[in-house]
């Protein structure tokens, strides 16, 4: 008997996760499998940060319950680092630090929304945004962006999909999972749409905001009109290599901080102590390690997408941003390895796993059904075997 709420019988297990979970179990077979499921960061945590959280130990002060909204230094610190480097006037209490991004979208949700309102996804989405969505018995609204177009909403497609019912907009920026990044002017035009509609909120995924190939990273939070609109979300597992650590935060007009504020007083309570201790140091101290990591997984980008290139029948973009691959694969839809025929993205990633040995995500996870998602925050030893044996595995197919 399945006596579990709507709800949660509504929404599926993690995608990633269920995938790294068996990728694990293959390794424990003794089966090489190379993990290219999971979003993680494959450096360790910078020792500035790491000697940060041991000191704060050490000095015996942070033993405990922080306040539920973070320590008042770290928010007033993030707070100016939003004040400096993105151009938008937060203050300390406008901030809310929680146990990882998840946790300050899903506070953010319960906040915002009730039964029946609609939130507009932009897709491909990350795998939360969507059960999140549904955890909160409101409606999703999926909005696709196509690989012709570098997998982005247009302004266009937003206007036309907001109805009377539309509470919130969802979107990530570099995206998980395309990589994409949305300019200042395409921010812009989607910024018109929304100040036509009172009330309408953004919430604004940057978690990887230092992983930008483009040179430019530009918050919506920080254009014309759009403060009050606008929910800005990140944290520090991508950037600093902290996914671990769990911290995360929003940025947000302070009604909704408030509210988020309350949710997580409810559920969790603050983040770790000695982890925001850490945070600080990351946010305030020297960028030069995150600056490394990035000329690293920019050089993998490339290196990955010319080893795409010479696969048949698969069609990638170019991203720009964040650390992921999101393939159009469907070229190898209804084709046959003798024993099995690949009839989706569950199918393609299942017969890579076990014939490659390389472990994928099914896009569908993401709202496409087309593609699979490929992680390169993998060493590029890893990654070039990968596409090796993906290559090679592809080519039995007939």
């Not at 937003?158 to 200042?184: L, M």
């Not at 950037?239 to 769990?246: D, I, L, Q, V, Y």
């Amino acid at each position: 008997m399945n006596n579990l709420s709507n709800r949660i019988n509504a929404i599926e297990e993690s995608a990633t996760l269920a995938m790294a979970s068996k990728a694990r179990e293959f390794k424990s077979r003794g089966i090489d499998v190379i993990n290219l499921s999971l979003g993680e960061p494959d450096f360790k945590t910078p020792q500035h940060i790491c000697e940060a959280a041991k000191k704060a130990i050490d000095d015996g002060k942070y033993f405990s319950y922080p306040p539920v909204a973070g320590y008042p230094d770290l928010r007033e610190a993030i707070a100016a680092k939003y004040q400096k480097e993105n151009n938008v006037p937060y203050k300390a209490e406008h901030i809310v630090v929680s146990n990882g991004a998840k946790q300050s979208i899903a506070n953010v949700m319960l906040a915002l929304l009730n039964p029946g309102d609609e939130v507009i996804i932009f897709t491909p989405y990350w795998v939360s945004y969507d059960a999140l969505v549904r955890l909160t018995e409101a409606k999703p609204v999926l909005v696709k962006g196509t690989i012709d177009n570098d997998f982005k909403v247009t302004a266009a497609q937003v206007e036309k999909a907001i109805s009377s019912k539309t509470k919130a907009i969802i979107f990530s920026s570099p995206c998980n999972p395309t990589g994409s990044v949305f300019s200042r002017k395409e921010l812009e035009d989607i910024a018109t749409v929304v100040k036509k509609h009172e009330g309408l909120m953004i919430i604004a995924d940057e978690i990887y905001e230092h992983i930008n190939f483009t040179g430019e990273h530009v918050s919506i939070a920080s254009l014309p009109g759009m403060f009050d609109h606008t929910i800005t979300v990140n944290g520090f597992a991508k950037g600093f290599a902290m996914t671990g650590w769990r911290v995360g935060y929003i940025a947000a007009p302070k009604w909704v901080a408030d509210g988020s504020n309350k949710v997580q007083g409810q559920i969790t309570s603050a983040n770790c102590s000695i982890s925001q201790r850490g945070a600080l140091a990351a946010i305030t101290g020297d960028l030069a390690p995150t600056e490394k990591m990035v000329k690293e997984y920019h050089h993998r980008r490339d290196v990955v997408y010319n080893l795409l290139k010479e696969i048949p029948g698969v069609k990638a973009n170019y991203p720009q941003g964040a650390f992921y691959f999101f393939p159009d694969v469907s070229y190898y839809y209804g084709k046959s390895s003798g024993t099995m025929t690949i009839k989706n993205g569950d199918d393609f990633c299942l017969y890579m796993l076990e014939t490659g040995h390389v472990s994928l995500v099914p896009g569908g996870a993401f709202g496409d059904e087309n593609c699979v998602r490929l992680s390169y925050a993998a060493s590029e030893k890893d990654l070039v075997e990968a596409m090796k044996r993906m290559k090679n595995a592809l080519a039995d197919l007939k």
